[in-house]
């Protein structure tokens, strides 16, 4: 459903063109910041989805750890409610144990990884960040951090994250009757007469629209 499409499986006016999906053993895959992430859920009442890292459930990878800072810089996304980045620290001269996540996986008897919520509690307890490489930060949906610090870090982030889009535009095509999609990486209203810009009251950017396609002889029939 709009916004989200299948290349090769839908033609690309029935979605967004920053809303493509793949699909992998039956789950529905979106790219953000170089990873791939599980859709778990999509709540299209208040324009939201629940993402959790594909990595986490793959058998084959013993040691599932974000490698990436995420970042919706360049996407159509913004962070949900109760959103919180657990960071992790690889590589690490120093050991840490204190209100943090274990990373075994990725340690070693002279090097040491693990991950946090609040990096400032490292300084707080004379750890020095500098032991370390770089953060990579992954972000978490927080309820109780009590809970959560009962967790590992594979179960913490399971539990995704939420991220919300603009759906201002399709509400108010759906509302004047049309159907959402896009024409020339565009947003379009495509309604029973044509395609309008906005929705399918009769307006001049509709009448506007209507007669460019006129003169392209391009077709304004949506299938999806």
Not at 128 to 138: D, F, H, K, M, Y
Request: hydrophobic fraction near 30%; include cysteine.
């Amino acid at each position: 459903e709009y916004p989200f499409w299948i290349p090769g499986r839908q033609e690309s006016y029935c979605g967004s063109p920053t809303f493509n999906i793949t699909c992998r053993d039956k789950n529905p895959i979106l790219k953000i910041s170089d990873d791939d992430y599980i859709i778990r859920d999509i709540f299209y009442t208040n324009n939201s989805l629940l993402l959790s890292q594909a990595e986490l459930y793959d058998v084959g990878n013993r040691c599932p750890t974000p490698q990436h800072n995420f970042s919706t810089g360049g996407t159509p996304f913004c962070y949900g409610p109760e959103i919180v980045d657990l960071f992790f620290f690889y590589n690490c001269t120093e050991p840490y144990q204190e209100e943090t996540y274990a990373v075994d996986c990725a340690s070693n008897v002279s090097h040491h990884a693990f991950a946090v919520f609040h990096t400032e509690l490292l300084d707080g307890r004379n750890h020095s960040e500098l032991s370390c490489q770089p953060p990579v930060s992954a972000p978490v949906t927080i309820d109780s951090l009590k809970r959560l610090l009962s967790m590992n870090y594979t179960d913490v982030l399971k539990k995704g994250f939420v991220l919300q889009w603009d759906g201002d535009s399709c509400s108010k095509c759906r509302s004047s009757g049309g159907e959402c999609g896009s024409y020339d990486n565009e947003f379009v209203c495509y309604c029973d007469d044509h395609k309008h810009l906005k929705t399918c009251d009769v307006g001049k950017q509709g009448r506007v629209l209507h007669s460019i396609e006129n003169l392209l002889h391009i077709p304004y029939k949506y299938d999806c």
